[in-house]
């Protein structure tokens, strides 16, 4: 199996940044994917951006442009830049890892984006 530990979020003010990551522990070898999504208060979760194991990135169109997805394999983790937040982009968000048993999910990291 895959676990997951998130860190990072927070508050800021629109227009500001923050970063996630998540680390994973396990077994990483099985992992081919990754992604961030979130949940905001009364909607749905969402799919927010996602890279493949060898690189290949894509985003939600709310996103692309402000958000990058990157990963650091040595240190088995995986980020997520946040630039000009909007206050739209407040939301719990969650790393899942896409692998051999599954997929498991981070335990979330709350982003709220406010003036």
């Known amino acids: 199996q895959v676990q997951l530990v998130e860190s990072g979020g927070g508050l800021v003010q629109p227009g500001g940044s923050l970063r996630l990551s998540c680390a994973a522990s396990?077994?990483?070898?099985?992992?081919?994917?990754m992604g961030w999504w979130r949940q905001a208060p009364g909607k749905q979760r969402e799919s927010v951006a996602h890279?493949?194991?060898?690189?290949?990135?894509n985003y939600a169109t709310s996103v692309k442009g402000r958000f990058t997805i990157s990963r650091d394999n040595a240190r088995n983790t995986w980020y997520l830049q946040m630039n000009n937040l909007k206050l739209e982009d407040t939301a719990d968000y969650y790393c899942?890892?896409?692998?051999?048993?599954?997929?498991?999910w981070g335990q979330g990291r709350q982003v709220t984006v406010s003036s």
């Open positions: 890279i493949s194991s060898i690189g290949n990135t």
């Open positions: 396990g077994s990483i070898r099985s992992v081919y994917a």
């Open positions: 899942a890892a896409d692998h051999s048993f599954g997929r498991s």
